[in-house]
T-cell receptor, first 110, second 113 residues
């Protein structure tokens, strides 16, 4: 079992939909959680950063961490075609390299 | 502020040939990472540097891969000899020491024929 599991999709939604992307992790020592967005043939771009459990909101994006169930979520409101990309979740215990999921490919259809 | 710079962006070589990738991190970022990303997978760490010191290279296949960061700034990752299975994207990332947020370069896409 990989330390971070993520459904690779692809996930296809209509423009304006609310998107829910999810990951589970197995290492209970994880304290830091991140979401990266990766466009085709580009490097990953940091989207959201969360420490420990709780919610964090930034514009149309909300990241949620539930450490009791080892569940990480990213919500995208009012999705746009420009949100079409691969979304990578990652976690780390702290001062150690990130462990990434496989990524979920999202397509937002206009 | 300039981001992480990587070159070349694309490289096509024949198997058994050597290849090298270069990375210049964000200014002030003392921590530098090399990741390997296969198609449909997330990045996987190859090596992490704190300044000039390689502090985590347990995933680096040392029989054919080597890396250096001589002056604690830019870094080079080398493969010699390359194998077909090395075809992938090689990503460089950097961060401030002790910070978890990493910033990635655009990657070098390697194709071994």
């Amino acid at each position: 079992q990989k330390e971070v599991e993520q459904d690779p999709g692809p996930l296809s939604v209509p423009e304006g939909a609310i998107v829910s992307l999810n990951c589970t992790y197995s290492n209970s020592a994880f304290q830091y959680f991140m979401w990266y967005r990766q466009y085709s043939r580009k490097g990953p771009e940091l989207l959201m950063y969360t420490y420990s459990s709780g919610n964090k909101e930034d514009g149309r994006f909300t990241a949620q961490v539930d450490k009791s169930s080892k569940y990480i979520s990213l919500f995208i409101r009012d999705s746009q075609p420009s949100d079409s990309a691969t979304y990578l979740c990652a976690g780390a215990p702290g001062n150690t390299p990130l462990v990434f999921g496989k990524g979920t490919r999202l397509s937002v259809i206009a | 502020e300039a981001g992480v710079v990587q070159s070349p962006r694309y490289k096509i070589i024949e198997k058994k040939q050597p290849v090298a990738f270069w990375c210049n991190p964000i200014s002030g970022h003392n921590t530098l990472y090399w990741y390997l990303q296969n198609l449909g997978q997330g990045p996987e760490l190859l090596i992490r540097y704190e300044n000039e010191e390689a502090v985590d290279d347990s995933q680096l296949p040392k029989d054919r891969f080597s890396a250096e960061r001589l002056k604690g700034v830019d870094s080079t990752l080398k493969i010699q000899p390359a194998e077909l299975g090395d075809s992938a994207v090689y990503l460089c990332a950097s961060s401030y020491p002790g910070e978890e947020t990493q910033y990635f370069g655009p990657g070098t896409r390697l194709l071994v024929l």
